[in-house]
């Protein structure tokens, strides 16, 4: 019991620095111009979403946060939320990734009002295979810009969470990423 409480305080406490001081805890392996890993995670709707639906439709973004309901993370959903349209100008759908439980970020979802889905990795099978997965057991705060057709175009391991959406937006647009027909919705 006592160990589990310090194990506990460790991580809370390593987290928390993390988040506070916005040090990177983690750096992934993965590189521009690999396959980007497939996923299906169950989303704060209720729907599941898998990577490989989209090859030859549309481009991702797959935004990683270390935790629900935690400062730098509402500062990037809030961005993604009131600054979306931004990315929405380009042929590409985005996701918010935790290792939360999905009722954690149903919570989160909810209390941020967030328009775009936010997926639950609590298996942390995907965060493995984004090597994302830190010394914490979170996911570092790290964004995947994939290809249409499924290839890693960009790693930003440096976010900004208060300005994700436009940085996201600026850098769809540095990639070429086809602009959008019309504004869709996910």
């Known amino acids: 019991m006592i160990k589990k409480l310090i194990l506990n305080l460790t991580i809370t406490l390593g987290v928390s620095l993390s988040l506070l001081t916005g040090i990177p805890t983690f750096a992934t392996d993965l590189t521009v111009g690999m396959q980007a890993p497939n996923f299906n995670l169950q989303a704060t709707n209720g729907d599941f979403y898998q990577l490989s639906d989209y090859q030859g439709k549309q481009a991702i973004v797959v935004a990683w946060y270390p935790m629900a309901n935690t400062r730098g993370c509402t500062f990037e959903c809030k961005s993604l939320i009131e600054q979306g349209h931004l990315i929405r100008e380009y042929n590409v759908s985005y996701f918010m990734i935790s290792v939360d439980p999905l009722d954690d970020n149903r919570d989160f979802a909810k209390k941020t009002g967030a328009d775009f889905p936010m997926l ?11 090597d994302v997965l830190n010394f914490f057991r979170v996911a570092s705060r790290v964004t995947f810009y994939i290809s249409i057709d499924g290839k890693i175009l960009h790693i930003d391991e440096d976010v900004s969470p208060k300005s994700a959406a436009p940085d996201i937006a600026k850098k769809l647009g540095e990639l070429n990423i086809e602009k959008a027909a019309m504004n869709k919705q996910h």
Do not use: L, R, V, W
């Not at 639950?120 to 984004?130: G, L, N, Q, R, V």
């Open 120 to 130: 639950s990795d609590p298996t942390k099978e995907t965060a493995k295979a984004y």
